[in-house]
């Protein structure tokens, strides 16, 4: 099996427990009301405030510190579903989710992270991008690269960049999931477009009751 997986529908999402898989691409659509809710509020200057919080198994997550509309309960619905996809995959009692409200790329040169997966989603802006394993050469990934651009480290052994869209899921193994040292999906934030932000849902399994 390939180290990158797309698929279409939730049947897909048990893929990324294949020891070979380092990142799935689940090719969805955004919640309608989700973008017009978000350009709103980017349009009125109110698109600054990131959240975080933590669910159980059909909790729903506070967003009261947006304002209130239509768009604000879909955002709740669609980070509900995922978290509960989510701890069910990965048979957690709590997962862990962050939006963040980003100006800029968070983490702008190619990496892996220290997780076990980790899910992301973009609701506004451009989605996370990655490196399949025959695309790069990890010998040159962080303090490797010399401080060199990732174009001219090495560590790209072509163009070949995989992106997201707006509303599609990825869940990135990282290289503390079991048996995973040493690899792990290598992704990085996109620029951000102009004066609109961008904004990203990341969801990480909790295995510790408040943890």
């Given at each position: ?25 689940w ?48 955002a709740?619905?669609?980070?509900a ?17 962050r ?23 973009t ?31 090495g560590?790209?052994?072509s ?41 990203m ?11």
């Open positions: 099996m390939n180290d990158v997986v797309v698929c279409n529908d939730l049947a897909g999402l048990p893929a990324i427990l294949q020891p070979s898989v380092q990142l799935l691409h090719q969805r659509p955004l919640p309608p009301a989700i973008a017009p809710y978000l350009a709103g509020l980017a349009a009125d200057g109110r698109l600054r405030l990131g959240l975080r919080g933590q669910l159980q198994p059909g909790e729903q997550p506070d967003l009261s510190a947006w304002p209130a509309a239509p768009g604000r309960d879909a709740a619905a669609d980070l579903l995922l978290a509960d996809l989510f701890g069910t995959l990965l048979g957690c009692p709590q997962v862990g989710w939006i963040e409200v980003l100006q800029q790329a968070m983490c702008p040169r190619f990496h892996v992270d220290r997780t076990g997966i980790r899910l992301v989603c609701w506004q802006g451009a989605g996370t991008e990655w490196l399949a394993e025959a695309d790069a050469d990890r010998r040159y990934l962080g303090a490797a690269s010399g401080g060199l651009p990732d174009v001219a480290s560590l790209m052994r163009e070949q960049v995989g992106r997201s869209v707006a509303g599609e899921v990825l869940l990135l193994k990282g290289s503390l999931w079991q048996g995973n040292a040493g690899r792990g999906a290598i992704h990085r934030s996109p620029a951000v477009d102009g004066d609109v932000p961008r904004v849902l990341a969801l990480d399994a909790l295995w510790e009751q408040g943890g």
